[in-house]
C-alpha cells in the first residue's frame, strides 16, 4: 500500500509540473476549472495521509515504553499490587531517560527471557537480573510500617529520636532496594535502625537536613504573630517589584509591627515562619503592612478560605464595588472570631494614640485587640459572591472601624493586587 501510494504521489507531482509548464495566457487550467482541480486534490490528500501516519508514528514510539510495561504490568504485577498478585522473581518495572520500559527479574534464564519478550510483543525489551524480588521489599516495607504505627508513641531515649527522623520510606525500583530517608542521619540513629527495625542489605538509609511539613492552607481572619503581638491575617496579594518580579503574600495591620519584623503562623513562633513586613504605611487612610510569603514559609500557601467558617466559603479575589451605609458587612478575628454587623458610615475619620486616620469605614460588628488586620468582606447579589472590603483597624465599645482595600492599593502603586 506504501509503495502505491508514493507512486501515486510522485505521477501526480511530475503531472503538476507538466501542467505548470504548458500553462500559457493570463488564465490558466485551475482557473477553468479542468481536471487539474482533481490532481491538486489527490495531492493534498496523499500528503495529509502520509503526515498523518508519521505522527501516529512518533505518538507511539513516544508512548510505546508505557504500552509495554502496561503489557508487562498484566503478567507479572506492580508495586502497588496486594503480593499475591505479583510473580515470584518479579522485581518492578520502570521507564529509562528515554521512556522504554525496563523490567527487573531475579532471574534471566531463557524461559524468563521468552516469556518477557512473548507478554511484551517485543524483542528488544531491557531485562535486568536484581538481587530483590519485589515480594521480598515490599515485606520489608511493610515490616518498617508495622513498627513506626506500633512504636512511635511508645518509644523511648534512642529508638524515640529515630522514630521521629523517619521522614518516608519506599521500595526504589531502579535501585532495587528501600530507601528510608532519615533526619539528620548519623551514626547513633543508624544503630539505632538496625537494632529496632532492621539490619536488612536492601535497606537504605538516607540523610535528609529538612524534616517534612505539612502544607498549611492559610486563610483570610486567622491568627498571625510577630515576637511582640498577635494579629489576624487580611487577605492574600500579589505585586510586581521594580525588577519586574512578581511577589505574593498577605495584609495585616501596619500598628505595632516596623519593615523587616518577621510574622509567623504559631504563637511559639519557631519553625512556623511566614516572611518579613516589605512594605508599610501608617498615616493617611490605611495603617496596612504587606507581609512576603517567603522560600522559608513553604510549609504554607495562601488561600481566599475564611478562617471558621465552612470551607465552601471563600472570598472572591475581587474589591466590593460599593459600599453603602445600612449595607451588611462580615468581619473575621483571631480574638472574636466571625462577627456580622451593618455599615454605619462609608467615610469616618478616626484618632487613635494621636494619629488621625481618613476614609474608614465605620460598622456595628464587634471587634477586639488581636482583630487587626482581619478580613471584611460583603455578599455581592450582582455576581452571588463574597467580596473584599479591606481590613479591621481599630475599634471601641461601640463600633469598629476598617481601612478600605481600594486606599490600600493606591497607596501601594496599582500593582498591589489581589488573586
Known amino acids: 500500500m506504501r509503495k502505491v501510494r508514493n507512486y501515486l504521489l510522485c505521477v501526480v507531482v511530475c503531472l503538476g509540473i507538466m501542467l505548470i509548464q504548458n500553462m500559457g495566457g493570463e488564465t490558466s487550467a485551475l482557473a477553468q476549472g479542468t481536471d487539474t482541480e482533481t490532481g491538486g486534490v489527490l495531492v493534498k490528500e496523499i500528503y495529509e495521509s502520509i503526515k498523518q501516519e508519521t505522527e501516529e508514528k512518533a505518538v507511539k514510539k513516544k508512548n510505546k515504553g508505557v504500552i509495554v510495561a502496561n503489557r508487562l504490568t498484566e503478567e507479572y504485577g506492580h508495586e502497588q499490587f496486594s503480593e499475591d498478585k505479583i510473580k515470584d522473581g518479579f522485581a518492578g518495572i520502570y521507564l529509562d531517560e528515554n521512556q522504554d520500559a525496563v523490567i527487573s527479574m531475579t532471574d534471566k534464564a531463557d524461559k524468563t527471557v521468552k516469556n518477557i519478550k512473548e507478554v511484551s510483543k517485543t524483542e528488544d525489551i531491557q531485562i535486568r537480573k536484581v538481587e530483590y524480588s519485589l515480594k ?80 498549611v492552607a492559610l486563610k483570610a481572619g486567622q491568627p498571625i504573630y510577630t515576637t511582640k503581638s498577635r494579629y489576624s491575617l487580611g487577605c492574600r496579594v500579589k505585586w510586581v517589584t521594580s525588577y519586574g518580579n512578581t511577589k505574593y503574600g498577605f495584609i495585616t495591620s501596619a500598628h505595632g509591627n516596623a519593615v523587616g519584623d518577621n510574622f509567623y503562623a504559631n504563637s511559639s513562633l519557631g519553625s512556623s515562619l511566614l516572611g518579613p513586613v516589605v512594605k508599610r504605611k501608617y498615616s493617611g487612610n490605611v495603617d496596612v503592612s504587606v507581609v512576603r510569603l517567603d522560600a522559608s514559609g513553604a510549609a504554607y500557601t495562601l488561600s481566599n478560605n475564611l478562617y471558621g467558617i465552612a470551607t465552601s466559603s471563600s472570598l472572591s479575589p475581587s474589591i466590593m464595588p460599593q459600599i453603602y451605609t445600612g449595607m451588611a458587612i462580615e468581619k473575621i478575628g483571631s480574638t472574636t472570631g466571625h462577627t456580622s454587623g451593618k455599615v454605619v458610615s462609608v467615610s469616618t475619620t478616626v484618632t487613635c494614640d494621636g494619629k488621625t486616620f481618613s476614609d474608614y469605614i465605620e460598622y456595628t460588628n464587634k471587634s477586639e485587640s488581636g482583630d487587626s488586620g482581619g478580613i471584611n468582606y ?36 496599582s500593582t498591589l493586587s489581589l488573586f
Open 378 to 413: 460583603a455578599y455581592d447579589p450582582n455576581t452571588s459572591t463574597l467580596k473584599v472590603v479591606g481590613i479591621t483597624e481599630a475599634s471601641n465599645t461601640i463600633t469598629g472601624y476598617g481601612a478600605k482595600f481600594s486606599n490600600i492599593r493606591s497607596s501601594f502603586s
Open 136 to 215: 521480598e521489599l515490599k515485606k520489608y516495607e511493610k515490616q518498617i510500617a508495622k513498627v513506626y504505627t506500633k512504636k512511635y508513641k511508645k518509644a523511648k531515649v534512642d529508638f524515640k529520636v529515630l522514630l521521629e527522623s523517619i521522614q518516608s520510606y519506599a521500595v526504589n525500583i531502579k535501585d532495587n532496594c528501600i530507601d528510608v530517608k532519615i533526619f539528620q542521619l548519623n551514626e547513633e540513629k543508624e544503630n539505632a535502625f538496625q537494632k529496632y527495625i532492621s539490619d536488612a542489605a536492601c535497606i537504605r538509609l538516607i540523610n535528609t537536613e529538612k524534616k517534612n511539613e505539612q502544607v
